[in-house]
């Protein structure tokens, strides 16, 4: 576990379904613990699916290998914000991972064990959907760190809840505790006039996390303008920009990403952007009072301030 020795917190980001957006609450939970000010690392273990390095702008990017492991790659020029997937090793981005389960496994332990974090506020694992060979191998590899538990992602659709459920099974038998629910999708957001509509349907997050007795973090909307600004690769550059990054910071997702973090106990750091914009505390605000009962979110909090 050399490469995880000087990281304070581990979060893995699961859910049992494909396609419910969890490469894009992973770094909507970056981009706002960035904000807040912390160190923060993002370890893509999808394989065969690789998406952090195109969401953050960093598609053309390459390792750099050390005496000591590898080198993650850097989003903004102070360094605080890390990425490592394999998406960076490959020739091309178009190139297919046809991989077996014993590599898929060498390439997860090596991930975890080489990469050179440095000290490091959390690291946030980004995972493929299901509960097979990446997700054991990351369960195996992660016994010695610092995990505080699983933050699991879901759509309000009855399909996507059935699969989360066995996501939740999974959580159980390898003794990963889930910090909570978080449902995406949850509603569109008009570019025009900001409202939100419920285009497929909403609240089966929140039923769900009620029923596991779990968090339910927020629901994340739809949000065009925040689409068009990831599929553009525009992330790294708006980071370095103040007026950029202002622009960005300014998406009801990452508004109520911080939210989420400060759900979990991750104080505000940075005296930037600490408070949350009534629109984005509403889906917060029902967590918040009773957080402080998670002895996880509550250890989580003493050990980030």
């Not at 490592?84 to 975890?112: C, E, H, N, Y």
């Not at 409202?195 to 927020?218: P, Q, W």
Request: charged share 20%; glycine share 10%; with cysteine.
């Amino acid at each position: 576990m050399s490469g995880l020795e000087d990281v304070k917190h581990v979060i893995p980001v699961l859910s049992g379904k494909g396609g419910v957006g969890k490469s894009t609450v992973t770094a909507a939970l970056a981009v706002a613990l960035w904000s807040m000010g912390y160190r923060v690392g993002v370890l893509d273990i999808d394989l065969t699916g690789p998406s952090v390095p195109g969401i953050f702008g960093m598609a053309d990017s390459h390792v750099h290998a050390a005496p000591d492991g590898w080198v993650p790659v850097f989003v903004d020029r102070e360094q605080r914000l890390g990425l490592m997937s394999l998406g960076f090793l490959l020739g091309s981005k178009a190139d297919a991972v046809i991989w077996r389960g014993p590599k898929k496994t060498a390439m997860i332990k090596q991930f975890i064990e080489d990469v050179i974090w440095g000290d490091l506020d959390v690291l946030l694992v980004d995972t493929p959907p299901g509960t097979s060979d990446e997700h054991i191998s990351m369960a195996e590899n992660l016994v010695a760190a610092r995990v505080d538990g699983a933050v699991v992602v879901t759509t309000p659709q009855a399909v996507s809840l059935l699969d989360v459920r066995k996501e939740l099974d999974f959580c159980k038998k390898v003794d990963l505790p889930v910090l909570g629910i978080v449902e995406n999708m949850s509603g569109y957001v008009c570019p025009h006039c900001a409202d939100c509509t419920n285009i497929f349907s909403t609240g089966g997050g929140e039923a769900l996390a009620k029923e596991y007795n779990l968090h339910f973090l927020a629901r994340l909307p739809i949000e065009p303008e925040l689409t068009k600004i990831l599929d553009s690769g525009n992330v790294a550059r708006m980071l370095d920009e103040p007026d950029q990054c202002a622009t960005l910071m300014r998406c009801a997702t990452l508004q109520r990403a911080i939210g989420m973090c400060k759900t979990l106990g991750f104080e505000d750091r940075s005296g930037r952007h600490g408070g949350l914009p009534e629109s984005a505390a509403a889906d917060t605000a029902t967590t918040a009072t009773t957080v402080t009962s998670n002895p996880t979110a509550t250890a989580t909090a003493t050990e980030a301030t």
